[in-house]
């Protein structure tokens, strides 16, 4: 028996069509506050008409958005906004062959007794919000949780592995018991001084902890997605960057130890690389042997919308070249996706990482 119930065949069907080949998620599921700040970068007043403004700019950019996009994460407001037509988001999505996502995580409070470890809130009314999620249209979910790693102090420690995993399986048996497709999200931060090798191994600490709670929990991995970090040195290790060759094998390495096959797809977080740097290190890990275990693809949020935001402006005007550059860099990482991402005069490397990053 699992959590998916009577929705078991269709959490699958939806799962897959998230994994098409070529395709991966646009995450636009700023809150009010974060999508605030990146307002402000571009001296845009953060009021509702400017947040529906911008959200239609994303989704109406035409049919080739969904020759590389076949799924969009929205914030609670957006999922029942309509169109100047009447039509509502996720109806204008669907007919592009796109599917709706919801974020529904309530943010992150300090777990008492730990040096600034968090456990992500929003568990006890989710069967009712996601009940109400998926008649408006949404067919799959998003939930964050957040770990760091600093090795002088033991992070992240044994409670707030455990709370994560637990958190996470929770998550997902009420995502499915109620239609959703839970994206499963147990996001390693990038500050720190750590080595690649470090975060390689506390990921598979992680990861393992979390699929241990899903099968606890009951969840159908057929219709389940994997939203983790890639694997990466901190933002302040001396050794500097990483090659996207060695991103790729430390990051498929670390999915093949702890990933099942019997999940459909795993969809990277960005998690403040610069556009062109998330891109060519999913081309790295989509050049990988054994990478097609899974559909291994992207759910970039900044990575996506940073050069877009920059070219709107705030101004209508500047709509159909906003509209561009994000065409431009969704083709980027779907030729990514596919291991064919070549780079050419892609030069998007503005340092997008916030510490302690928090939307």
């Known amino acids: 028996m699992s959590a998916a119930g009577k929705y078991k065949d269709e959490l699958i069907a939806t799962a897959n069509q998230i994994c098409t080949a070529g395709k991966g998620i646009l995450a636009a599921d700023e809150s009010t506050g974060t999508i605030g700040k990146r ?7 953060n009021n509702e008409e400017n947040r529906h403004a911008y959200r239609s700019l994303l989704f109406t950019s035409g049919p080739e958005l969904a020759e590389s996009i076949s799924g969009v994460i929205m914030f609670e407001e957006t999922l029942y906004s309509k169109t100047a037509e009447g039509e509502t988001f996720p109806a204008l999505l669907k007919r592009q062959g796109i ?4 974020k529904t995580d309530k943010g992150v409070q300090p777990i008492g007794g730990t040096d600034g470890e968090t456990a992500t809130q929003g568990l006890t009314d989710l069967g009712k919000r996601s009940a109400a999620y998926y008649e408006a249209g ?39 018991q109620n239609g959703l497709v839970p994206i499963v999200e147990p996001e390693i931060l990038m500050d720190g001084e ?30 389940c997605l994997l939203k983790p ?17 060695d991103v790729g094998m430390y990051t498929v390495r670390t999915l093949l130890r702890t990933v099942p096959a019997a999940l459909p797809g795993v969809v990277f977080l960005s998690g403040g690389q610069s556009e062109a740097e998330a891109t060519r290190n999913l081309n790295g890990i989509n050049n990988m042997p054994k990478c097609n275990t899974w559909h ?4 970039y949020g900044r990575a996506l919308q940073a050069s877009c935001l920059d070219a709107w402006q705030g101004k ?5 070249a906003a509209q561009k550059v994000l065409l431009g860099r969704c083709k ?28």
């Not at 760091?148 to 929770?170: E, F, W, Y």
């Not at 291994?296 to 759910?299: E, I, M, Q, Y």
């Not at 209508?316 to 159909?320: D, G, L, M």
């Open 39 to 45: 307002f402000a970068a571009i001296n845009v007043e």
């Open 99 to 102: 599917v709706t996502g919801i």
């Open 138 to 176: 949404a067919r799959f979910a998003k939930w964050r949780n957040v770990l760091k790693i600093n090795v002088a102090k033991g992070q992240p420690s044994a409670l707030s592995v455990a709370d994560c995993a637990h958190t996470l399986a929770r998550y997902a048996s009420i995502s499915q």
């Open 194 to 223: 750590h080595s690649i090798e470090v975060c390689a191994a506390v990921t598979e600490r992680v990861l393992s902890a979390v699929f241990k709670a899903l099968a606890d929990h009951h969840v159908l991995l057929e219709g």
């Open 229 to 245: 970090n890639m694997v990466l040195p901190g933002s302040d290790f001396a050794g500097g960057k990483a090659t996207p060759n």
């Open 296 to 299: 291994l693809t992207f759910s």
């Open 316 to 320: 209508t005007e500047n709509v159909e």
């Open 332 to 359: 980027a990482n779907s030729d990514a996706q596919k291991g064919e991402y070549k780079g050419d005069g892609d030069n998007a490397d503005k340092s997008l990482f916030v510490k302690g990053y928090t939307y």
